[in-house]
């Protein structure tokens, strides 16, 4: 009761907040697929993709990595008895 | 402060547990995330196969007949036959196409949502009242009712949420999936394809089969059960890299709903993991001989439900039969492989190839299935009561058998059973002041994410990039065609014309590859190592220049 009376607040705070938000759609045709998907078939036969995906993986890793540490630290940043 | 900090903290805390708890709930629908982003014109070869069918009903006064089908098994050896690449997504309808000016619909078990029904309309036929309906000819999907799935349907701007017992479920996976979910490769083959068809009720059946299209007389395996109550569910789907069985030989896990209870126990085989995850399992094994293809159904209760899962197809040593005997009405066959002698015990099957496998037979049969060397009578396991050929629905209780105990235990504590509904009480109270209900949350949640449901539409078209780059042969050089019918003038160009051919490139392709891969990963390494410092920090670009910048000053401030 005390805690769902807190998230009605909580939420109702936030469901405010978004109602603000326009509706946002979105469809693509997908006939645009089609032709993205055929540059982008040139590229990757242009380019070595198993390179090109490797790293793109090691870059997200990296990032991924980076924010968790980042999180943990704002965590410890914000607990109160440390 | 302090207490601001602290309710942040209780905030982020609580985040953390209702995600987690969201999560959880997510980890238990039916959801093909790997296939949201399907709905696309540009559908990979290598897809998935789905088929299903809903039932006729009436919804805002117009009578439909629903039927989905994708299909794109281009070199998957496919009910006997190559079927090309296709998509058919039908809704008909038996009242005037004229009364639909709106029409949606998505289907929610699969997590697939037909965002813009104009787009695929190619193969969305609405048919007059005096039309007449056609479905594709499948001699194998007699119209069986079957188990429940939502969903959604549009018309005329009303949304019906639909449930219905689909009349057959089917599902394939391509060698890609497969290797996903189930293993990798294990005969360096090109493709296998696995599917399974649930029939309800009728002649109920679970098939499965997983082959190597390239070679048609290699089936790999196939599953068959009698029974299906349940939805697959592919999300579960579990790779198991540590199993190493035989040539031939799979082990499919599949949650206990879709088996019938008759077929549980009997088994005593595999890793700790494969008994901890799965319900049931069917297992399948091929002749030692490779020449016969054997049924073989075993069950097993473990932990969790609804897990599917699929153990690896083998090693590349088939097993050898050392010799097969009969003990105790039981046949008991030795094999030597890669790792030791496994030993299968069966009161009616026979083993070794000799006898093919009569289902019927198999199914009610008592089998027993365990790795163990073979040194003589000593080595045979005594008294295994689950050897009886009694079925049961739980597993046999491996705890204590000192029910006496038990019972005066609880003698004992009979007369203190107030403190218990005290203590209970008190938890109960603080439960419904502190503990907000499911209900709640999942409600409150659900109008949250609303809000923002083109969320899945994006998601499914990152799924969709995503699955493009997966399955698309980067090595084929592209030729780009130019369709000079289509072009606007009055004049008709008629074919179409190569606008751009890459074949030219492709003896120096591999060369020129390996030096942009070395120029891409020393940069990338490079850069990556002057980024250390703020991938260890988890800080941005602002943290190494800050530390540079602190260092000069203290240098500077050093002289």
């Known amino acids: 009761m005390i805690v769902e009376a807190i998230l009605n607040i909580f939420f109702g705070i936030v469901n405010t907040l978004s109602s603000f938000i326009p509706n946002v759609s979105w469809s693509v045709d997908s006939s645009f697929f089609s032709a993205f998907y055929s540059m982008l078939q040139i590229a990757g036969y242009l380019l070595p993709m198993q390179t090109v995906i490797g790293i793109l993986e090691l870059v997200i890793l990296f990032n991924i990595f980076k924010t968790v540490i980042s999180l943990l630290k704002t965590v410890w940043q914000l607990l109160p008895m440390l | ?559």
């Open chain 2, 1 to 559: 402060m302090k207490y601001i900090k602290r309710i942040v903290l209780l905030l982020f805390l609580f985040l953390v547990w209702s995600s987690g708890e969201k999560a959880e709930a997510a980890g238990q629908t039916f959801e093909f995330k790997h296939y949201s982003g399907m709905i696309t014109e540009t559908l990979p070869d290598d897809m998935p196969y789905y088929f299903w069918s809903l039932n006729s009903s009436e919804y805002g006064g117009v009578y439909f007949d629903s039927f989905f089908e994708f299909r794109s098994i281009p070199k998957a050896k496919w009910w006997g036959s190559n079927r090309p690449y296709s998509i058919n997504w039908n809704i008909s309808s038996r009242t005037f196409a004229s009364s639909i000016s709106d029409l949606t619909w998505s289907v929610g078990n699969f997590g697939l949502t037909l965002r813009d029904s104009t787009s695929y309309y190619s193969n969305f036929d609405l048919y007059t009242e005096e039309g007449q309906l056609i479905y594709p000819a499948n001699p194998y999907v007699p119209p069986y009712t079957g188990p429940t799935c939502t969903v959604s349907l549009k018309v005329n701007g009303v949304e019906y949420t639909i449930t219905e017992r689909y009349q057959h479920y089917f599902l394939s996976y391509s060698s890609d999936s497969v290797r996903l979910y189930f293993f990798d490769n294990p005969f360096t083959v090109d493709y296998y394809d696995l599917y399974t068809y649930v029939l309800y009720p009728g002649p109920q059946a679970v098939v499965g089969y997983i082959w190597d299209s390239e070679n048609p007389d290699f089936l790999g395996s196939r599953f068959y059960s009698g029974l299906a109550e349940s939805r697959l569910h592919p999300e579960s789907f579990d790779y198991a890299s540590n199993c190493d069985l035989y040539f031939g030989t799979g082990v499919l896990a599949l949650p206990a709903k879709l088996l019938a209870p008759s077929y549980s126990g009997l088994i005593d085989l595999l890793p700790d993991e494969m008994k901890a995850c799965t319900d049931y399992i069917i297992y399948r094994y091929l002749s030692p001989s490779a020449s016969t293809n054997d049924y073989i159904f075993l069950g097993h209760t473990g932990e969790k439900l609804d897990y599917f899962l699929l153990m690896n197809w083998g090693s590349r040593v088939i097993p050898v039969l050392d010799h097969n005997r009969v003990r105790n009405n039981l046949v008991v066959g030795y094999f030597d492989s890669l790792k030791g002698q496994w030993v299968i015990e069966s009161d009616s099957i026979g083993i070794g190839g000799s006898n093919d496998f009569v289902v019927p037979e198999v199914v009610f049969s008592t089998l027993s299935f365990y790795q163990q060397r073979y040194t003589g009578e000593s080595d045979l396991r005594p008294g295994l009561s689950y050897y009886s050929p009694v079925l049961y629905n739980t597993p046999p209780d491996s705890g204590s058998d000192d029910g006496e105990s038990d019972d005066s235990l609880g003698d004992e504590i009979t007369g203190i059973k107030w403190v218990d509904n005290i203590l209970f009480g008190i938890a109960d109270l603080f439960s419904s002041l502190f503990v907000p209900r499911k209900s709640f949350l999942d409600k409150k949640i659900n109008s949250l994410t609303s809000r923002f449901s083109f969320w899945q539409s994006m998601t499914a078209t990152v799924n969709s990039f995503v699955t493009f780059l997966k399955n698309t042969d980067f090595t084929e050089p592209p030729v780009l065609m130019l369709d000079l019918s289509a072009a606007n003038s009055t004049i008709n160009y008629g074919l179409s014309a190569c606008a751009l051919d890459f074949t030219w490139y492709e003896p120096y392709k591999e060369d020129v590859d390996i030096i942009l891969s070395a120029v891409l990963w020393l940069t990338f390494i490079w850069n990556s190592f002057r980024n250390l410092p703020n991938i260890i920090n988890g800080t941005g670009g602002s943290f190494a220049s800050a530390v540079v910048n602190a260092d000069k000053s203290d240098r500077k401030g050093g002289k």
